[in-house]
């Protein structure tokens, strides 16, 4: 494997079995015909979809790393970690996975009764046409229903109107723990990144703990160029990696054709000093 810092990997990217809208094998022709090379899907809480994007990544004539993103709560927020290269049939992480997802249904139950108390009836009726896998209920369902339903314009407008702490169908929610999420990927030969660190509403202090305890904990690398950091942002994350020796990620987060703004495959390079995150999985790359 190259270790050509200008590969077009693109290691972050969510399909059906959590909360995008296209199959593990639709996402992979659009990232071949976006001129991607080395791919991984990474839906929440969720690995059923390894296997067929790898075959799909290898009917399409690109590299694969099997991947996750994993949803942890640190220091009172929930902060997203992403797991690459590791083994997908590992019985530890399965089960890690299967627990964290457990409290989806509960808790979409309690967005509908939030909700419907701000007037919008039928929530998780509407959520569920949405979904394509039963156990990952996200907000991104409801998001589609509130758009379908003519509530808000697009689902960027939901999450400033709703969803979010302190308004209509918010409700807190405890996931994994940081250690156990590094751990699910590291004991399965994987690598763990810290997605899109800008969207944490961290203070300083807290950024440096969440940093520092990832490092301690075993984690490797964090995503520097992805859909969710603004230019100014891929610097001061790049200065972040270099501060704490982190290796480096690159992945669009592509969810639908139809939301957000970064299709797959399509965004910078990584800076030229760091450490590409693949080149620590060279033998794990598919
Ligand atoms: P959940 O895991 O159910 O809490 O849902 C989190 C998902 O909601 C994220 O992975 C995104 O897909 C989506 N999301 C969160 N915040 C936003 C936002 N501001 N704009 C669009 N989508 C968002
Ligand atoms: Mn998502
Ligand atoms: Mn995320
Ligand atoms: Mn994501």
């Given at each position: 494997?190259t270790?050509k810092?200008?590969?077009?990997?693109?290691?972050?990217?969510?399909?059906v079995?959590?909360?995008g809208?296209?199959?593990?094998?639709?996402?992979?022709?659009?990232?071949?015909t976006?001129?991607v090379?080395?791919?991984?899907?990474?839906?929440?809480?969720?690995?059923?979809?390894?296997?067929?994007?790898?075959?799909?990544a290898?009917?399409?004539?690109?590299?694969?790393?099997?991947?996750?993103?994993?949803?942890?709560?640190f220091?009172?927020?929930?902060?997203?970690?992403v797991?690459?290269?590791?083994d997908?049939?590992?019985a530890a992480?399965?089960?890690?996975?299967?627990?964290?997802?457990g409290?989806?249904?509960?808790?979409?139950?309690e967005?509908?009764a939030?909700?419907?108390?701000?007037?919008?009836e039928?929530?998780?009726?509407g959520?569920?046409?949405?979904?394509?896998?039963p156990?990952?209920?996200?907000?991104?369902?409801?998001?589609?229903?509130?758009?379908?339903?003519?509530?808000?314009?697009?689902?960027?407008?939901?999450?400033?109107?709703?969803?979010?702490?302190?308004?209509?169908g918010?409700?807190?929610?405890?996931?994994?723990?940081?250690?156990?999420?590094?751990?699910?990927?590291?004991?399965?030969?994987?690598?763990?990144?810290?997605?899109?660190?800008?969207?944490y509403?961290?203070?300083?202090?807290?950024?440096y703990?969440?940093?520092?305890?990832?490092?301690?904990?075993?984690?490797q690398?964090?995503e520097?160029?992805?859909?969710s950091?603004?230019?100014?942002e891929?610097?001061?994350?790049?200065?972040?990696?270099?501060?704490?020796?982190?290796a480096?990620?690159?992945?669009?987060?592509?969810?639908?054709?139809?939301?957000?703004?970064?299709?797959l495959?399509?965004?910078?390079?990584l800076?030229?000093?760091l450490?590409?995150v693949?080149?620590?999985?060279?033998?794990?790359?598919?």
């Amino acid at each position: 494997m190259t270790s050509k810092k200008i590969l077009n990997a693109d290691l972050h990217c969510h399909s059906v079995v959590s909360d995008g809208t296209l199959t593990p094998e639709a996402l992979a022709e659009r990232a071949k015909t976006n001129g991607v090379e080395l791919w991984s899907l990474t839906d929440h809480d969720e690995i059923g979809g390894q296997h067929r994007a790898a075959a799909a990544a290898k009917a399409n004539g690109m590299k694969y790393l099997t991947g996750t993103e994993i949803s942890v709560t640190f220091a009172g927020e929930t902060v997203h970690i992403v797991g690459l290269g590791f083994d997908a049939d590992d019985a530890a992480m399965q089960q890690g996975l299967h627990a964290t997802r457990g409290g989806r249904g509960q808790r979409a139950m309690e967005m509908s009764a939030s909700l419907a108390q701000a007037g919008i009836e039928g929530a998780y009726e509407g959520a569920l046409k949405f979904v394509g896998n039963p156990e990952l209920i996200s907000r991104t369902h409801f998001a589609r229903f509130l758009v379908e339903s003519g509530v808000c314009k697009e689902t960027s407008e939901v999450f400033r109107k709703y969803l979010t702490e302190g308004k209509p169908g918010y409700v807190p929610h405890r996931w994994a723990s940081l250690h156990d999420a590094v751990a699910w990927i590291t004991s399965a030969k994987g690598v763990a990144v810290i997605a899109h660190p800008a969207r944490y509403k961290f203070s300083p202090t807290e950024e440096y703990a969440l940093f520092t305890e990832f490092k301690a904990h075993g984690g490797q690398a964090v995503e520097v160029i992805t859909g969710s950091h603004s230019t100014q942002e891929y610097l001061k994350y790049a200065e972040t990696a270099r501060e704490f020796g982190l290796a480096a990620s690159r992945g669009s987060d592509f969810h639908s054709p139809d939301e957000g703004h970064t299709d797959l495959g399509i965004l910078p390079f990584l800076p030229d000093d760091l450490t590409p995150v693949w080149e620590l999985l060279e033998d794990r790359i598919q």
